[in-house]
T-cell receptor
């Protein structure tokens, strides 16, 4: 039978603009979240993580915000570059190393 | 420091055959996990090993198995290959097995079953 791929939400941004990728989670007991970036043909690359006792964490050009009240995470990428084009996953770390990946968001950077 | 290394990177197998994939974790990491990625199902957890013991297992048939050696290197095996086993198989490593420690992925092994 025909194979149907997952439908990835897509965010299209202009080079130089800021990008915001959103993620909702359902388990209110979740205490650790990770953002991964996966470029075509490569494995997921760790970007940044955040624990539930924090609201915000910053890295190089990236910021993750955690709103536990509405169970929402966002990844902000400043001055988006063509090399940022990839699928981004927000992952719940859970109680062990068993990561639960969602569908991911495709970030397309337009020159 | 070398990252997670997976071999082989690409391979083609025939339906009914078996395959073994290898993973060398980051030096010092004792937890190794395996994931399957397909266009239809996304990234799915297969199993995790820590100190040569399987700690967690995903929802895959018994044809999928793995093991970890005393040096933390890991292998996974898929027997009686089916066309649907065609996927990117990813290995990940971390220092510990509890939540909250950074997990790093390798570049994966691309398996095509014909």
């Amino acid at each position: 039978g025909e194979s149907v791929g997952l439908h990835l939400p897509t965010l299209s941004v202009q080079e130089g603009d800021n990008s915001i990728i959103n993620c909702a989670y359902s388990n209110s007991a979740s205490d650790y979240f990770i953002w991964y970036k996966q470029e075509s043909g490569k494995g997921p690359q760790f970007i940044i993580d955040i624990r539930s006792n924090m609201d915000k964490r910053q890295g190089q050009r990236v910021t993750v915000l955690l709103n536990k009240t509405v169970k929402h995470l966002s990844l902000q990428i400043a001055a988006t570059q063509p090399g940022d084009s990839a699928v981004y996953f927000c992952v719940n770390g859970g109680a062990t190393n068993k990561l639960i990946f969602g569908t991911g968001t495709l970030l397309a950077v337009q020159p | 420091k070398a990252g997670v290394t997976q071999t082989p990177r690409y391979l083609i197998k025939t339906r009914g055959q078996q395959v073994t994939l290898s993973c060398s974790p980051i030096s010092g990491h004792r937890s190794v996990s395996w994931y399957q990625q397909t266009p239809g199902q996304g990234l799915q957890f297969l199993f995790e090993y820590f100190s040569e013991t399987q700690r967690n297992k995903g929802n895959f048939p018994g044809r999928f198995s793995g093991r970890q050696f005393s040096n933390s290197r890991s292998e996974m095996n898929v027997s009686t290959l089916e066309l649907g086993d065609s996927a990117l198989y990813l290995c990940a490593s971390s220092l510990r097995t509890d939540s909250g420690n950074t997990i790093y992925f390798g570049e994966g092994s691309w398996l095509t079953v014909v």
